[in-house]
Nanobody, 127 residues
Framework: QVQVVESGGGLVQAGGSLRLSCTASGLPFNDYSMGWFRQAPGKEREAVSCISRSGLSTYYPNSVKGRFSISRDNTKNTLYLQMSSLKPEDTAMYYC????????????????????WGQGTQVTVSS
């Protein structure tokens, strides 16, 4: 049984930092590109960052580029998202996503291409 579990969300003041973690079990973690998505109330789910199987390729939208950093530890089946200089507009439910990938360096940050989702962790940034 595949399980994808996020942790690390919480309430933080604007300008602060948080680190999200995501642990996947029941799947060969090394075979999956991984990503973080977020969804705020009344808005569509959007990609925050994605990383290839090898960890050498990453993607960030302009909205978080330079503030967020994605990484993975394939020995621990764990994905991370380091978030700094947080803004109130970063407030959302953050979801971890896994997508089986045939290439070590390929990335897909499309929400409709995800194989497994976590249940989400709430991030709230106060002004």
């Amino acid at each position: 049984q595949v399980q994808v579990v996020e942790s690390g969300g919480g309430l933080v003041q604007a300008g602060g930092s948080l680190r999200l973690s995501c642990t996947a079990s029941g799947l060969p973690f090394n075979d999956y590109s991984m990503g973080w998505f977020r969804q705020a109330p009344g808005k569509e789910r959007e990609a925050v960052s994605c990383i290839s199987r090898s960890g050498l390729s990453t993607y960030y939208p302009n909205s978080v580029k330079g503030r967020f950093s994605i990484s993975r530890d394939n020995t621990k089946n764990t994905l991370y998202l380091q978030m700094s200089s947080l803004k109130p507009e970063d407030t959302a439910m953050y979801y971890c996503a896994a997508r089986k990938s045939s290439t070590l360096g390929g990335i897909s940050c499309r929400s409709d291409a995800v194989d497994y989702w976590g249940q989400g962790t709430q991030v709230t940034v106060s002004s």
